[in-house]
């Protein structure tokens, strides 16, 4: 295990440092990656490190969940953080190790080991290890296009999705072989493809919560079909990963005199990853937005386990559940229902809707304080539903998401601004600034579109 650890760390080094690939990556060709066992297959994607503790950041910063005061912003270390919170066009330039490469890293892993599952031919009492194996690349990938899709893509649109250019569809472990930009909907198809595949192949229950599951892989389906504003599959799916994982914590009997209140893997958790941070992704220097505090009831628990007030204005997140500074961007049973009440909402549907919702906001109050939520129509519950994922979801990364697709509807459109040194800026619905540049590095060495 120590010798896989080191190939590993070389392999990440090398992969992020190379110039020579449409990556911005390339793995030294010498270093031997073992992928005729299913045991080492497995080692590849226990690397927790690749594959969940790098999920993406830009778009916590550039959404509206945390603001960065002036002084803080020009005080800050990462260059990076500064362009994406600022919504510059020159973003990721400072570093190799950004959102596009720490994505496609991850992968690559998954491609090794789809690469080495085809060449073995698993025994009978083998077939349940070899199907997790597969089954978990395939969910590593999707998970990864979907992130890069949430930062590098337009939103989905049904009318223009053929046509509008997506991410590069990596489907192959060969470091030399070249691809263009796909399309949205040919991107989107792709997640949901191995998604739908890796549901079949995977296990109910992982032996870890940072390995894929069955339900994990039905929740990340109706995390992308909302997305794509499928609601009746999305609830499909939200209802095929409640049926077998359906677990919610009690805010009640949270200690909230801990440094971080919600336990790590804790029992809503259904798959485990984490942000990778920077400066200014966290308190001190990246401040809760008080716009989203005020939100909060006096009597709802989120207010005192999601924050920690030093002063007014000045206020900290502590409520993640990877239990820690580092912010969860997993799936959670929470996340579920949200999408669930939000589906049966938009389908007209406002008495299971917030019956939905209910059962959710039941285990957020504090006991003896919660009042069943009413609706008299799917508009009206959706709008209640809208602003309790707003409240619940805060800091998982998924805002980014959520702006994009609702500033579609008039209804719900939003402009986010920022305080700079230079004054304040504006980001209006609809704005080309929703779509990240690709790394400059990239586009000069593949010749591949930018945004």
Known sequence: MKKLKCIFTLLLVVFLSSCEHFLDVKPDKSLAIPTDRLENLLRLLDNTFVLNQETPFTGEVAADNLYIRPADWNALS?????????????????????????????????????????????????????????????????????????????????????????????????????????????????VLADLKTAAELLPEVPAYKTRPSKPAAFALLARTLLQQERYAEALSYADRALSLHDRLLDYNLLDLSAANPIPGMNEEVIFHTTMFMLSGTYYPAGKVNPDLYALYGEDDLRREVFYRV??????????????????????????????????????????????????????????????????????????????????????????????????????????????????????????????????????????????
């Open 310 to 451: 030093y002063d007014p204005g000045n206020i900290g997140f502590r409520g993640s559940y990877a239990g820690s500074i580092l912010l969860f961007t997993g799936l959670a049973t929470d996340e579920l229902y949200l999408i669930r009440a939000e589906c049966l909402a938009r389908l007209g549907q406002a008495g299971p809707a917030m019956a939905t919702l209910n059962v959710l906001l039941e285990k957020r109050w504090k006991a003896g304080t919660f009042t069943p939520l009413e609706a008299t129509d799917g508009t009206q519950a959706l709008d209640i539903i809208l602003e309790e994922r707003r409240k619940e979801l805060a800091f998982r990364s998924l805002r980014w998401s959520d702006l994009r697709r609702l500033n579609r509807d008039s209804r719900y459109a939003i402009s986010l601004s920022r305080e700079l040194p230079e004054g304040t800026r504006t980001l209006p619905p609809g704005d080309p600034s929703y779509v990240f540049p690709i790394p400059q590095r990239v586009i000069e060495i593949s010749g591949i579109q930018q945004n």
């Open 78 to 190: 990462s260059l990076t953080v500064r362009n994406v919170y600022a919504w510059e066009r020159d973003v990721y330039n400072d570093s190799d190790r950004n959102d596009w490469s720490l994505s496609y890293n991850a992968v690559l892993y998954a491609n090794l080991v789809l690469g080495g599952t085809e060449k073995l031919e698993p025994a009978p009492h083998q077939q349940s290890e070899w199907d997790m194996i597969r089954g978990s690349a395939l969910f590593y990938r999707a998970n990864a296009f979907y992130n890069l899709l949430q930062v590098y893509a337009v939103p989905y649109s049904e009318a223009t999705a053929a046509q509008d250019p997506g991410i590069v569809l990596k489907l192959s472990p060969d470091i030399n072989e070249r691809a263009g930009r796909a399309s949205v909907q040919e991107s989107y198809d792709q």
